[in-house]
């Protein structure tokens, strides 16, 4: 057993007993990542990634510390708004992916099962379900969540609100995507200022709206000049770093944080040198407890993980010049949303700026949304040309995956890979 085993274990089995106990022995943990990634960073990585490994750690930590100005969200809430507000948000799938790398999702999955929670339901949501049930996650200041893309969301939410008596907020997103769409949403963002601003008991201004949603823009600029170097810039990454892309593109959208971090990935995609290797477009969520998608993409020099759906998705560009209506158009727009098409062409649209070998399609454990349009998806990119595997398992629980089938179907989705790139070469 690891030390981080055996640290997982005391702290899940302490959870049932003295959650506040529990939380603190995290908490101390954390502190002590948090030290390590700022005196002995991985050094494998470029500054952009070190850098968003600091920042998400720290923004865990504040959640865990300071509940009351920390806000529960599910992860395409708004973070311009909280970011206006001052508040700390934390969504489902960071604190669960937090609690699986600390190794005590076992504890909370069981609890959450004790609850009645249907096993088949996304495993995100029932450690973070599970974590709150024990108390090990302290009471937040309030939640804000939608029911765009992830049908959890209306079971976690609406649950906790009420068996804690949290205040809550909730958007409503549409699923067409029409300008009519863009203003009811863009009408309850306005209520949401308001319902923050209740909260908080402070005014949050108009100027201070509008730099928010300014920094967005300016991240999804960087954002698309490095995607747009990625057919000749290969820079070292992990799965884990990819994933805390997602964190930057939602949670922490708005700040000046996210603003320097694309700026920092932008110098880090130029200075990166062009490889021979293979690229590919992955699609979700990130598998980083996974052991063979870790071997084969970690640090590697031969397989690159050129771009992520999500992340892509997550920069958007917003047109409107009304700070409302511009974080109503990411909203309604994103490709979670609606018809499956909207994900299938922003893939191939990857693809082309990229240049990517292969796609890889995240099919996560109780994920309804990703699971049911996976085959349609595959479909339609092989149709396109690019060669197409939809992996099955579990980002939050590896337990319940197989490493052995996950290992050999990856290892000959990239041999067919390579040998179709060889076969252009020649
Ligand atoms: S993986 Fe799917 S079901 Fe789970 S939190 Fe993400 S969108 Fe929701």
Same mark, same amino acid.
């Given at each position: ?71 529960? =969200?599910?992860?395409? &809430? ?94 409503? &997103? ?94 880090? &995609? ?22 063979? =998608?870790?071997? &084969? ?34 909203? =309604? ?94």
């Amino acid at each position: 057993m690891s030390i981080i085993d055996k640290f997982g274990s005391m702290v899940g089995s302490e959870a049932l007993q003295d959650p506040k106990k529990a939380r603190n022995l995290l908490l101390a943990g954390y502190h002590l990542q948090e030290a390590r990634l700022l005196l002995a960073p991985d050094k494998e990585l470029p500054p952009s990634g070190r850098y968003a490994a600091r920042v998400v750690m720290k923004n865990i930590i504040q959640a865990l510390a300071k509940p009351e100005n920390a806000a529960m =969200v599910s992860i395409f &809430v708004p973070g311009e708004l909280l970011t206006a507000a001052g508040l700390t948000p934390y969504s489902v799938e960071a604190l669960s992916c937090f609690m699986a790398g600390t190794k005590c999702e076992q504890s909370f999955l069981r609890k959450t099962e004790e609850e009645g929670f249907p096993e088949t339901m996304c495993s995100y949501h029932r450690v973070f379900l599970g974590a709150a049930l024990t108390g090990l996650l302290p009471k937040p200041k309030c939640m804000i969540y939608t029911n765009l893309a992830c049908d959890g969301n209306m079971m976690t939410f609406p649950y906790l609100r009420e068996t804690y008596g949290i205040p809550g907020f909730y958007i409503d &997103v549409p699923y067409e995507k029409n300008q009519e769409a863009i203003q009811y949403v863009a009408g309850q963002l306005r209520e949401m200022k308001r319902f923050l601003e209740e909260m908080t008991g402070k005014m949050i201004s108009e100027e201070a709206v509008q730099a928010a949603v300014s920094n967005s823009k300016k991240a999804a600029a960087n954002y698309q000049q490095q995607l747009a170097l990625r057919k000749t810039h290969d820079p070292s990454t992990t799965l884990t770093n990819e994933l805390y892309a997602i964190f930057m593109c939602h949670l922490l959208s708005g700040s000046e944080t996210a603003v320097k971090y694309t700026q920092m990935l932008l110098d880090d &995609v130029k200075k990166a040198p062009r490889s021979e290797g293979l690229h590919v477009l992955w699609m979700h969520i990130m598998p980083f407890l996974q052991e063979p =998608v870790k071997e &084969v993409f970690n640090y590697s020099k031969d397989i690159h993980i050129s771009a992520c759906d999500f992340v892509a998705d997550g920069f958007r560009e917003m047109h409107a010049s009304d700070p409302y209506e511009a974080m109503a158009e990411k909203m =309604v727009n994103c490709i979670y949303n609606g018809a499956v098409d909207q994900r299938i062409q922003l893939a191939e649209d990857l693809e082309n700026l990229t240049g990517a070998d292969g796609g890889i399609l995240f099919a996560h454990w109780g994920c309804k949304g990703t699971i049911g349009a996976s085959s349609l998806i595959k479909t339609s990119l092989e149709k396109a040309g690019l060669p197409t595997m939809i992996l099955d398992g579990d980002g939050c629980n590896p337990a319940n995956t197989s490493d052995g089938q996950v290992s050999t179907r990856l290892q000959a989705f990239m041999e067919m890979l390579q040998k179709n790139k060889e076969e252009q070469r020649s």
